[in-house]
């Protein structure tokens, strides 16, 4: 294996992020309803060598105008390696072809064999013939930027075009904001763990909360609350908090 991509939700798995940053491969890691701080935080585990980080709004579909897409070259400049962009917008190309354009330097894209598929992405995945259109219209902007400048604001106008590049302020997208405590993992147990019972490896587990459980702790602090005691019983599935914990052994 050349390269590993990282999803969205697992930029604060940190032991997970330990273990890779052993491999020495590539990293392609998105960051979707992220903070700067959060990414700052997964790269200091995973080191900027051999890295690209992808922007990206987790949402399905996204709006294009929430893309921020000057972000790019911003946080190119902030962190130090290399960005491009992890595209759930419904347009082929808008976005992608931006992204080019203020210096992105990868591009993901979801691809499906038909959009009337049941699967989690289908419907805003692209089929070949759209995946083929945005591939060719990627080729063209990086030999004729100028001229793809000109035939954007053409087709979609100045304005949405403004929209799109935002102001390159790192902020949670509108439409992933609700989504902050859920879509990232947290700590919880995953068993009902007893009053004076010691969390551990075989109770508690680095979990996406979603929205059918309750959030937890930060990763951050996984190896700091093992071996810790609970002060009162905890459900299966509940976020672990500071308030189940005695820290004292």
């Known amino acids: ?17 330990e273990e890779i940053a052993r491999y020495g491969v590539w990293k ?9 701080g ?9 080191g900027c060598d051999r890295s690209i980080l992808l922007h990206c709004v987790t949402s399905y579909p996204a709006p294009e105008e929430e893309y921020n897409l ?18 759930h917008s419904l347009d082929p190309t808008l976005v992608p072809v931006l992204s080019v354009l203020v210096g ?9 064999l038909s ?3 049941d ?12 995946f083929r259109m945005m591939v060719d219209m990627l080729k063209r902007a990086v030999r004729e930027p100028d001229l793809m400048w000109r035939e954007l604001e053409g087709r979609y106008g100045k304005r949405k075009i403004e929209e799109i590049l935002g102001d390159g302020v790192k902020r949670l997208a509108e439409s992933e904001r609700e989504s902050y405590l859920t879509t990232n993992r947290s700590i919880h147990a995953i068993r009902e763990i007893e009053k004076g019972e010691k969390l551990s490896e075989t109770n508690i587990a680095i979990l996406r909360t979603e929205k059918n459980l309750k959030p937890g702790l930060d990763p951050s602090f996984y190896r700091l609350v093992l071996g810790k005691k609970v002060v009162r019983r905890v ?4 976020g672990i908090e500071w308030d189940d914990l005695l820290l004292d052994k």
């Open 119 to 130: 699967g989690l992405d289908d419907r805003i995945a692209l089929v070949p013939d759209r």
């Open 235 to 238: 459900e299966s599935g509940d």
């Open 104 to 112: 992105g330097v990868a591009v993901e894209k979801h691809f499906t």
């Open 28 to 36: 392609i890691v998105s960051s979707g309803v992220s903070k700067l």
């Open 1 to 17: 294996m050349k390269a590993i991509k990282i999803a969205s939700p697992e930029l604060n798995h940190f032991p997970m992020l």
């Open 38 to 46: 959060d990414i700052e935080k997964a790269f200091d585990v995973l």
């Open 70 to 87: 000057k972000l790019i070259p911003n946080l190119a400049a902030i962190l130090g390696l290399p960005v491009g962009v992890s595209d």
């Open 115 to 117: 959009n009337e598929g």
